[in-house]
């Protein structure tokens, strides 16, 4: 079965954060394609999705991101998952706000959420959708309080398209494989800034 993992921590205070923006594509694609109610299982809430004419999972681990791995090997091992068959999505510093990344695999690269998850599974080969949320200007703010921040007022609208399109990118990944989603989307920007 594939999973469909949305990374960020649980929540009211964290709900509308930068870190959370994996848990922001989660919700949006269950929008699109979720036909089940939403359960707690095994560390997380899950819900069903039909895409591409198959059923498949959408899970947010319930534990702070940074300890997330263990929720999410037990939901592969209850759906008989293999690393392979997971998408995580998850906000990344790295990228500037308006972009995405789509990867076959990789390391960390310093996001603890996503080295949890390596550990646990014993792999770094997981299929991924990394969404950039970039870094404070500033020296008044460290990365950790930038990324626990809601997003600023003028940035709201270009966090939602790219949430949007990091959407978008999971399907093409989910429906048509990796370097197509790769292809199609890692050199674009949103709102035309880039184009393939």
């Not at 709900?15 to 997380?44: C, D, P, W, Y």
């Not at 939901?75 to 789509?102: N, W």
């Amino acid at each position: 079965m594939r999973i469909l993992v949305g990374l960020g921590n649980p929540g009211r205070r964290y709900a509308r954060t930068r870190h959370n923006v994996g848990f922001m594509a989660a919700k949006e694609f269950l929008a699109r394609h979720g036909i089940g109610r939403q359960r707690e299982e095994a560390g997380s809430l899950v819900a069903e999705a039909r895409h591409a004419g198959e059923i498949m999972l959408v899970a947010r681990p319930q534990a702070f991101m940074n300890a997330s791995g263990p929720a999410v090997a037990r939901i592969c091992r209850l759906h008989g998952a293999s690393p392979e068959d997971l998408v995580l999505a998850y906000d990344d510093a790295d990228l500037p706000l308006g972009r995405i990344r789509v990867r076959p695999s990789g390391r960390p690269a310093g996001h603890k959420g996503v080295a949890s998850i390596a550990e646990a599974l014993g792999t770094d080969e997981i299929p991924r959708v990394r969404i950039g949320v970039g870094r404070p200007s500033g020296v008044e703010k460290g990365l950790a309080d930038y990324v626990l921040d809601e997003f600023d007022r003028d940035e709201e609208p270009l966090a939602r398209e790219v949430i949007a399109e990091a959407v978008d990118a999971i399907e093409i990944l989910l429906r048509e494989g990796v370097k197509n989603a790769m292809n199609r989307y890692n050199r674009r920007r949103v709102e035309g800034r880039m184009s393939p």
